[in-house]
């Protein structure tokens, strides 16, 4: 750990990280019960936070493509975080479906290019220790993590409607963060000229794309409605943001000694091992969640389902696209993923949720996540055709 602090620009990454993934502890799990106190309708949540979700199929192609024309993805992490800043504090003054949807959008657009501009930046920064991405990225989980423990009991002090005060008081830090954030130019002429068309159109990066983009639809269960579903059943606000917490607390443990398992075992083991518990993850939520032991056990495995295969992801990507490609590479994953996986599993599990039973959206979720391992499959047995 002393090793990677030592790396210039690395102190930076980690507090960016620890700030917007706090961020995200703060919104995925207590913004649907924001928008349920604003007098939003379950039907309305969801498919606020699918268009919400769909928005990100666009943004990270946007920043992706000035960052890879500039070369200077910190100063667009910058403008970008303060303008979406200025869209949240918006809901102060504007309620109704409508007027949120449209501020939430502009926010949503221009905080979209956060993460994937910022794990170009620790690609340039870790270098030749990439094998220290997880030690790094794990101070993303611990914000999170704390994030969620004390906001959750806050918000049964002060009520949830003081969200949106945390909220705009973390971007606030985390703006004067990104102005420390190591400010790499990319020297273009100094780089391969890969293509990123006849990359991506290759069938086992396809099939790759596809079995990620079906992991992140797998999870918009959990985003969407795993909280009111978990409120639904008597569970009070600390201690569905103690549940929260316990998945990423696994998630720290295995970013943390990941290393170990990517030395020892194949990818495509590992990989095939993440699929196999969300499959799992999400039947045992479905079948037996009034029993709190059961739900301890599916939120450990989010370590599996989240930081292990995240981390095999960005690992396949670095390897594919690089270079002048790099940005876009990140765009992609994001674009695809958490675009259009997240939009039409939350538009899904917003059927579902309306239409059946509340558990159905799990049971339902598991089988999408049976189709990723399915795609997964198909681009493992691709990619060993083409290397031999």
């Not at 091992?273 to 739900?295: D, P, Q, S």
């Not at 370590?303 to 270079?323: E, I, N, S």
């Not at 939009?343 to 598991?366: D, E, I, P, R």
Request: include cysteine; proline fraction near 3%.
């Amino acid at each position: 750990m002393k090793q990677l602090l030592q790396l210039p620009g690395a102190t930076a990454l980690v507090a960016f990280f620890t700030l917007y993934f706090a961020y995200i502890g703060m919104f995925a799990p207590y913004f649907p019960l924001y928008l349920d106190a604003r007098g939003l309708s379950a039907a309305e949540i969801g498919l606020m936070l699918s268009v919400l979700q769909g928005v990100r199929i666009v943004g990270p192609w946007l920043w992706a493509w000035v960052a890879d024309h500039t070369g200077q993805p910190a100063r667009i992490m910058q403008a970008s975080l303060a303008i979406s800043l200025l869209f949240f504090v918006g809901l102060y003054v504007f309620a109704g479906w409508w007027p949120m949807l449209c501020l939430l959008v502009g926010f949503t657009l221009f905080s979209s290019g956060q993460v994937p501009l910022s794990e170009v930046l620790t690609r340039q920064v870790l270098a030749q220790h990439y094998d220290q991405y997880g030690r790094l990225r794990l101070f993303g989980s611990i914000g999170f993590i704390v994030a969620v423990w004390a906001v959750g009991p806050a918000l049964d002090y002060w009520g949830i409607e003081t969200l949106p005060h945390w909220i705009v008081a973390c971007f606030l830090v985390l703006l004067w963060v990104n102005m420390k954030l190591p400010r790499a130019i990319v020297d273009h002429a100094a780089l391969p000229t890969a293509s990123f068309w006849a990359q991506l159109c290759q069938p086992g990066v396809a099939w790759f794309m596809l079995s990620a983009t079906l992991m992140v639809a797998a999870h918009s269960c959990l985003y969407t409605y795993f909280s009111l579903y978990l409120d639904s059943l008597g569970y009070r606000k600390s201690l569905i943001g103690f549940l929260w917490g316990v998945g990423v607390v696994a998630e720290v443990m295995l970013f943390y000694g990941q290393h170990h398992l990517l030395q020892r075992y194949a990818g495509s083991l590992l990989l095939t091992l993440c699929f196999g518990a969300c499959v799992l993850r999400w039947l045992l939520v479905a079948w037996a969640g009034e029993w709190l032991t059961v739900l301890l056990f599916a939120q450990v495995l989010h370590a599996l389902t989240f930081a292990l295969h995240h981390t095999l992801t960005m690992r396949q990507l670095q390897r594919w696209f690089h270079g002048r490609t790099a940005a876009r590479g990140q765009a992609l994953y994001a674009s695809l993923a958490y675009g259009v996986g997240a939009t039409c599993g939350g538009l899904l599990c917003t059927y579902w949720w309306t239409s059946y039973s509340h558990s159905t959206v799990f049971l339902m979720s598991a089988m999408v996540a049976l189709l990723g391992a399915l795609a997964l499959w198909f681009s493992l047995l691709t990619l060993s055709k083409e290397s031999r």
